[in-house]
T-cell receptor, first 117, second 112 residues
Framework: DTAVSQTPKYLVTQMGNDKSIKCEQN?????MYWYKQDSKKFLKIMFS???????INETVPNRFSPKSPDKAHLNLHINSLELGDSAVYFC????????????????FGPGTRLTVL | GNSVTQMEGPVTLSEEAFLTINCTYT??????LFWYVQYPGEGLQLLLK?????DKGSNKGFEATYRKETTSFHLEKGSVQVSDSAVYFC???????????FGKGNQVVVIP
């Protein structure tokens, strides 16, 4: 049973196109995230949603738009793709950090490797 | 802000050697600490975690101890195998922040 799944696993497209990446989690978590891993393997958060509400929006071009139709899904739509958007995009999810809890472990999907030509 | 520093450069070692990967951190607030592993061509997997000072996280022969006095969370394994070849990321999160802060990762290559 896949806990956090992403589609597609690989995405190759031309500059200027619009594409979407989908993410689903079956862990019952309330919070979902998008991270970007660049060519040097550095990971940085892009967005986070809690129960369909945007709670983190880092400095990301507005060509990137997350959408959460329900708390189990968080999709990432990218308009007018640029060469610099080539990266691996990871979705993650976590349970609510409840009062008294000591951690907020995030579980990651397998990643989507986006290549912009 | 929160930040994680990992030792520079890849780590190459022979099978059955002892592995240490250093990780130090700065955090506003009291962090939870994690090691994630990324095997070739795969996603990030949680390897181990520790949530308070002096806790030891362990999994698959790997261990790391939360050292508040030195703000460190070094990863160790006594006898590595070729299958341990991967990229290892140290990370932290603080309550209310929701952002995992990652180190730059260390590529570990184990040679038979």
């Amino acid at each position: 049973d896949t806990a956090v799944s992403q589609t597609p696993k690989y995405l190759v497209t031309q500059m200027g196109n619009d594409k979407s990446i989908k993410c689903e989690q079956n862990l019952g978590h309330d919070t979902m995230y998008w991270y970007k891993q660049d060519s040097k393997k550095f990971l940085k958060i892009m967005f986070s949603y809690n129960n369909k509400e945007l709670i983190i929006n880092e400095t990301v071009p507005n060509r990137f738009s997350p959408k959460s139709p329900d708390k189990a899904h968080l999709n990432l739509h990218i308009n007018s793709l640029e060469l610099g958007d080539s990266a691996v995009y990871f979705c993650a999810s976590s349970a609510p950090w409840e009062a008294g809890a000591s951690t907020d472990t995030q579980y990651f999907g397998p990643g989507t490797r986006l290549t912009v030509l | 802000g929160n930040s994680v520093t990992q030792m520079e450069g890849p780590v190459t070692l022979s099978e059955e050697a002892f592995l240490t990967i250093n990780c130090t951190y700065t955090a506003t607030g009291y962090p939870s600490l994690f090691w994630y592993v990324q095997y070739p061509g795969e996603g990030l997997q949680l390897l181990l975690k520790a949530t308070k000072a002096d806790d030891k996280g362990s999994n698959k022969g790997f261990e790391a101890t939360y050292r508040k006095e030195t703000t460190s969370f070094h990863l160790e394994k006594g006898s590595v195998q070729v299958s341990d070849s991967a990229v290892y990321f140290c990370a932290l999160i603080t309550y209310g922040n929701n952002r995992l802060a990652f180190g730059k990762g260390n590529q570990v290559v184990v040679i038979p």
